[in-house]
């Protein structure tokens, strides 16, 4: 279920939610603590109270001290180095009666307090009578209130050990210990000492204030930490989506890839690389579409061809006429089969291309292979000749893929043989300058009649010799396409004695040079 819920939700508001828990856990665990805080230092100021009650009810014990008004007030003026630290000691006899209690002996406080400092009687003075006496209420107050403490106390299950409570208003925070006092297994009074431990209050109060301010800090850091999350990462990865998205249902919507893509961190590159890839996508899929569209029409016509001379044959019975027209369909059924043929031929290398690796390669004993082969077929078979003319370079190194190389020189012969009449003479030349390799192609046939010459590297190219049957009109541009992979330039144009030429420009590789 929770998992569910996760994968509804945006990548920021799984952040904040997740960042949001984190929070509730932490905040738990400083309640707990912030809970164990006080606690802990009470006890730890419990245990001092306790070994000072110890200590007292063991000097009152071996001293022998009587539990009455005259004994227990020598005793706290001669013991008062026991109190160092503490605010009040009061002593209860076993009726509850108070017959002890520091804040009403005519002595100064500090008597009690840290300093060891001697306070004479005559040292008083009338000022301090009256503060004393102004406080006289206040006294009887916090009296009572002991003295029902006390009888509590004595009353429940607790006497016998250390009872500690504490008295907290605005200002105070008082931790009170009572103990009865024992004498031969009898109790005889009881002691309460009290002393103001603010310092726990403010300590627990700082804690607090520490970690309301860290929450603060954290919580604006997140807030901060989010927006730019947001803004620089979540916001561009949306665009990114809504990208992807219009191009997928075509729309024509605005897009703001352009924005990211001039960003110079990875999401600048991913944009690039999806913008990239997906315009070559489009570019294929057009591509296709008009290659499919053009396949539709090319094949059309021998099929309407085919269709009528299917129709006419049943009818005639003039052997000549019927000759003629099986000639007909054959080389309609040709065209047709060359046109699928090399439809598919070209749909398997393009899937080819992409998995190919570019290598260093001599274009010279390529092209050599390549004469080689087309001398032994059409020397015989229709009496032409290649020759190969080189400049003074043993070496024409170019980037590129051999097998493709190889079909770009095949598919310029072939097409070159073609228009080429019987006995004539095709011309290949290799030369070079500081940056490119040129390789030219040149026949002696008709050359192109297009007043637009570029149109012949246009699939289905028109100008057509008569045994068109053998050829689909893809050649040349099957030719450029590899010439473009192979980041060349091609170029076609007319002899001016006769005949055509054929321009390709590849790019040098310099390194491979110096070998």
């Given amino acids: ?64 001290i009587g539990f009455n008004q005259d004994e227990i007030r020598n005793f706290l003026f001669s013991t008062r180095f026991l109190f160092q630290n503490l605010d009040r000691v009061t002593i209860f006899d076993n009726d509850f009666n108070l017959i002890g209690d520091t804040d009403t002996l005519d002595l100064d406080k500090r008597s009690f307090g840290q300093t060891n400092e001697v306070i004479q009687m005559d040292s008083l003075n009338d000022e301090s009578i009256k503060n004393e006496n102004s406080k006289s209420e206040k006294n009887k107050n916090k009296v009572f209130t002991l003295n029902k403490r006390v009888e509590n106390y004595a009353l429940s299950s607790e006497i ?16 009170v210990t009572l103990k009865n006092v024992s004498k031969e297994n009898s109790n005889i009074g009881y002691i309460a000492i009290s002393e103001n431990s603010f310092d726990i209050k403010a300590a627990v109060e700082e804690r607090k204030n520490f970690i309301l301010r860290t929450a603060i800090l954290v919580a604006i850091v997140i807030l901060i930490f989010s927006i730019v999350l947001n803004r620089y990462f979540l916001k561009p990865i949306k665009n990114l989506v809504d990208y992807t998205k219009i191009i997928k249902s075509k729309s ?27 315009k070559e996508l489009n570019s294929r899929i057009k591509a296709t579409e008009n290659f499919s569209t053009d396949l539709v029409h090319e094949i059309r016509n021998p099929l309407a061809s085919l269709k009528s001379a299917s129709e006419i044959i049943s009818d005639t019975t003039d052997k000549d006429k019927r000759e003629k027209l099986l000639k007909i369909m054959t080389h309609d059924v040709s065209r047709i089969d060359r046109l699928i043929t090399d439809y598919s031929q070209m749909l398997k290398d393009e899937l080819a291309i992409s998995s190919e690796q570019m290598e260093d390669l001599d274009l010279k004993v390529i092209i050599d292979s390549v004469v080689d082969d087309f001398n032994n077929i059409y020397i015989e078979k229709k009496n032409i000749n290649i020759k190969l003319n080189t400049s003074g370079l043993k070496n024409y190194f170019i980037k590129g893929i051999s097998n493709r190389v190889e079909q770009i020189i095949a598919n310029l012969l072939d097409n070159s043989v073609s228009f080429s009449r019987n006995g004539s003479t095709i011309i290949v030349e290799l030369n070079e300058n500081e940056n490119y390799i040129f390789l030219k192609v040149i026949d002696q046939g008709e050359g192109f009649k297009e007043k637009d010459i570029k149109k012949v590297f246009d699939r289905f190219y028109s100008n057509r010799p008569e045994n068109f049957g053998e050829h689909s009109g893809l050649g040349l541009n099957i030719v450029k396409n590899l010439v473009d992979i192979h980041q060349g330039e091609i170029y076609a144009s007319n002899n001016p004695k006769r005949g055509a030429m054929i321009e390709i420009k590849f790019p040098k590789n310099h390194i491979d040079n110096l070998k």
């Fill in 1 to 64: 279920m929770f998992n569910y819920f996760l994968k509804n939700l945006s990548i920021l508001r799984k952040f904040l939610f997740i960042n949001f828990l984190i929070f509730i856990i932490i905040g738990l665990i400083t309640i707990l603590y912030l809970n164990s805080v006080q606690p802990n230092l009470i006890k730890a100021k419990q245990s001092k109270h306790i070994e000072i009650l110890n200590n007292t009810i063991g000097h009152l014990n071996r001293l022998n």
């Fill in 160 to 175: 016998g050990k250390p009872f500690t409570y504490i008295e907290e208003n605005y200002n105070q925070f008082i931790l």
């Fill in 252 to 278: 024509k919507k605005e897009t703001k890839i352009e924005v990211i893509k001039n960003r110079n961190d990875e999401l600048g590159v991913l944009s690039k690389s999806l913008d990239e890839m997906t």
